[in-house]
């Protein structure tokens, strides 16, 4: 797949670690600032956090006191109740993400540079540094888990540097090169502070040439090849099975090594494709004047800037995504200061990242997931016993990747009583079973442990026979008390019966048990307020935060799919207005994509835009397409990226076991275009579909027969998709 939609170029070098040009194999990643003359490529691993004596912290003993805190809250006494539930222990944080080093590549005796270009290949995975009489190409490699840079530049010195900006002192790297077996290396390491945790991070590389040692560097003379892994090993320096790893490729070649990343990583990426009708001058454009295109106009989606954020979006997924599913900075990370620990967000930002991977069709990235979770699932059982003495799963609101011990808590944040997030964070593996039709697997039993949960827990009862969601958390933020302030342990939190619902009517559907059905059939209904809207608690008398960043509230509507303006017309005009009402507190990314998701399920193809340009039009883009969580280029995180593919496809597609609706939230100024290969729930693949003004065409397939209902804004029809067969669907205005 060629052309300029699937590149991304610069004419000059990143002026700072932020707009260096990202490549990944999903466990490490490389940031090239693209300097002709003093390059740096800063190098990632997605397991390089830092001990902070949390490793073994585990969720409070509370399930003694929740017979207080239950009575508390239903007394009003919700700040006691949240002390209570924050256990006796100071908020702790998650081992922090962090830069593994820098490897430099200086030339000693510069000429001016003429020609100047940097690009990145979505297709290849491959970074290139390319002016007149020099050039620099580097992949990180899914084949044979590598990092990989050739130098065509000339006489040049290779080092290495553990200081990036922000090291703590308490972290001490050493950088060594030397000659063994005929080979010559660079080895970095970085040693940690001993608090309970990994020993340290280690870098090798291979360095094959014309190269000699100089000192702690080596000098190139003409065209090298360099070859890196990577480790963090627990208890001592591992270096001879990494110099054993990279002996194996002491013959390879750059382009042979290419070839067989390539193979892995092209066809993921050309899955899906996007195709807006740019034209072609404006596809030619490099990346800063496609996003000063933006910003000249910031109140109109630019369709030649969302075009290349799609496939730069779906890159970018990929490219983190493989040990561990992406963090909040992907798999990239320049400094040692990273916002909220750069860690898994679990409450919204890291579902977020996925919401593109099933329907984007990037089965890899849900894969990834899994990986997480089943290493996790076992703390969620602990997390449950300790909290509430219940059976089944409790989700912590965070996690670094090493385990999933729910202590991240505080009265003003008391996650003990956040009780969705196993749910949450295991739909997107249910959606993936809707979408491919391949078995749930070990995630049947989870859910139904997710079932189970609620079994133990729901055992307050209302006066009218239903139970009670009690402490209930709405993440993040709380019913108002007297003074205006929110009070976050709660009653029937929302996303809380949503989760329960769903949650209950699949594990009956598992396994016939009567006692999910009979619970499913007392919960408390949802609560639409006195201004028509979707109220965040079904319980009288709060009033939330209607400026909050979080719209936990409309779980029912995505993803789950059980608000939906054709089943339930009245909880969906109720959901929209809802979420019209909601402000924007500090026009944090995932919180603007969430509302354009929602929107997006909602049919209102205007505030999906409303809800993009509060991103991509108030400045929230590196040169890299990596994002930033708040305007202005403010703290360099992934949501936006990752998550924009995912509002744009829906936007355009949505959907449904026996039904899919074409165009159902368009979005203004997109008035044609072709989007191929997306994968719908229900087993649909929609090969291709194309718009203009007043038609649409579409070709579907499915791998199984089935009569399906489509729709798009000229009509609605039911079509019979034979086994393996495409069907051509074409809709005319009247």
Known sequence: MTGPTHRIWDTEPASSWEDAFLAGNGEYGIMVYGRPHAERIVVNHHRFVLPNGTRHARAPQLAALLPRIRQLILAGRRAEAGRLLAGDTPLRWTQSFHPGFALTVDVPEPTPVRDYRRHTDFDTGEVVVRWAGGQRRSFVSRADRLVVTRLDLGACVVGATGELPGCPDEVRYAVSAYRRDGLVFLRVRGRYPQVGGAYGVEGLTLLRGDVELDGDRVRVHGPALLLTVLDRPEATWRTQALARRLAGHRDADYQALLDRHVARHAPAYRRVVLDLEVPAAQRALPVADLLARQAANPHRLDPALLERLFHAGRYLLFSASGVLPPRLTG????????????????????????????????????????????????????????????????????????????????????????????????????????????????????????????????????????????????????????????????????????????ALAVAATLTGDERFTDLLARLPAYRVDSDGALAEWAWPGYRGDEEHRH??????????????????????????????????????????????????????????????????GRDMFFRSLMSAHNPGRVTYNADAAHTLPAV??????????????????????????????????????????????????????????QRLRVADPYRETTVTLAAGEPIEVVSVAD
């Open 331 to 502: 798999l990239w990370l320049g400094s040692w200061d990273a916002a909220w620990a750069g860690d898994f967000t679990t409450d919204a930002n890291l579902n977020l990242q996925l919401a593109a991977a099933n329907i984007a069709a990037l089965p890899e990235v849900t894969a990834a997931h899994a990986g997480l979770l089943r290493d996790q699932v076992e703390h969620w059982r602990a997390n449950a016993r300790a909290v509430f003495g219940a059976r089944g799963l409790l989700a912590p609101s965070r996690t670094d990747g090493e385990h999933g011990h729910l202590f991240h808590v505080h009265p003003d944040w008391p996650f003990t009583a956040w009780l969705p997030g196993a749910h949450w964070l295991l739909f997107p593996l249910y959606e993936h079973h809707l979408v491919t039709g391949e078995p749930l697997g070990e995630v049947a039993g989870w859910l139904v442990e997710v079932a189970e949960f609620f079994v133990d827990f729901l055992t307050v009862t209302a006066p009218d026979g239903s139970v009670l969601f009690v402490p209930s958390y709405s993440a993040e933020t709380g019913p108002l008390d007297a003074a205006g302030e929110p009070v976050p342990a709660a009653v029937n939190a929302t996303m809380d019966i949503a989760a329960a619902r769903h």
């Open 551 to 616: 719209v936990s509230h409309l779980y029912p509507v995505w993803p789950l799919d059980e608000i939906d303006p054709d089943d339930t017309p009245e909880l969906a005009a109720a959901a929209h207005r809802a979420l019209r009402r909601r402000g924007d507190e500090n026009l944090s990314a995932h919180g603007s994509l969430h509302r354009a998701l929602a929107a997006a399920r909602l049919r209102d193809g205007n505030l999906v835009a409303t809800n993009l340009l509060k991103i991509v």
């Open 648 to 705: 744009v496809i829906e936007s355009l597609v949505r959907g449904r076991p026996g039904r899919l609706r074409l165009l159902p939230a368009p979005l203004p100024g997109l008035e044609r275009g072709t989007l191929r290969g997306v994968r719908c729930p229900g087993r649909v693949t929609v090969e291709e579909l194309t718009w203009r003004p007043g038609r649409v065409r579409a070709r579907l397939r499915s791998p199984v027969r």
